[in-house]
T-cell receptor
Framework: EAGVAQSPRYKIIEKRQSVAFWCNPISGHATLYWYQQILGQGPKLLIQFQNNGVVDDSQLPKDRFSAERLKGVDSTLKIQPAKLEDSAVYLC???????????FGPGTRLTVT | AQSVSQHNHHVILSEAASLELGCNYSYGGTVNLFWYVQYPGQHLQLLLKYFSGDPLVKGIKGFEAEFIKSKFSFNLRKPSVQWSDTAEYFCAVISSASKIIFGSGTRLSIRP
């Protein structure tokens, strides 16, 4: 069974630029999560999708971050414009249900200079 | 507000020592509890989980955790650690409202 795929693995941008991350979950998983993990901290949930609907985006900085999962399968997370404090690893995870164990992708390490 | 606390930020042990990592959460309702592990250079993976039933759950690689509802705790244990257990360990809680929160993690270093 293929795992959660993410791209790119690494990205370096200057502040005020925009960036997009892509995630393809495990086939058949209805729930998809985006997390931000800052060095030395645990993953912080940014947004949770159930199929193509948003379940929780309470911690998503909506003035600069956006995410979509249009066909209920893969998803993109965008930051525009980026700030220095956005430097982090962005993790995508998927699960069969909203309370099930999650399967994580390798993450995208973003550095904003 | 719901929160998860892992008080041990960095634990250093010798091989064969016993391990206990603390995890406390604040939420009064029904919860699902998880421990995830991140080995160096790898992505997060599930170590064990508790949904209901026997509060002592066993996971992979000899790990176990005990859910103590009265203490809002879900501590991770292993009787004898190995060098290969060097990793970062995260406790996570999903509330009945499907809200998920991760703890800040505990870095475990094992001296060979």
């Amino acid at each position: 069974e293929a795992g959660v795929a993410q791209s790119p693995r690494y990205k370096i941008i200057e502040k005020r630029q925009s960036v997009a991350f892509w995630c393809n979950p495990i086939s058949g998983h209805a729930t998809l999560y985006w997390y931000q993990q800052i060095l030395g901290q645990g993953p912080k949930l940014l947004i949770q999708f159930q199929n193509n609907g948003v379940v929780d985006d309470s911690q998503l900085p909506k003035d600069r971050f956006s995410a979509e999962r249009l066909k209920g399968v893969d998803s993109t997370l965008k930051i525009q414009p980026a700030k220095l404090e956005d430097s982090a690893v962005y993790l995508c995870a998927s699960s069969a249900g909203t309370s099930s164990e999650q399967y994580f992708g390798p993450g995208t390490r973003l550095t904003v200079t | 507000a719901q929160s998860v606390s892992q008080h041990n930020h960095h634990v250093i042990l010798s091989e064969a020592a016993s391990l206990e990592l603390g995890c406390n959460y604040s939420y009064g309702g029904t919860v699902n509890l998880f421990w995830y592990v991140q080995y160096p250079g790898q992505h997060l993976q599930l170590l064990l989980k508790y949904f209901s039933g026997d509060p002592l759950v066993k996971g992979i690689k000899g790990f176990e955790a005990e859910f103590i509802k009265s203490k809002f705790s879900f501590n991770l244990r292993k009787p004898s650690v190995q060098w290969s257990d060097t990793a970062e360990y995260f406790c996570a809680v999903i509330s009945s409202a499907s809200k998920i929160i991760f703890g800040s993690g505990t870095r475990l270093s094992i001296r060979p």
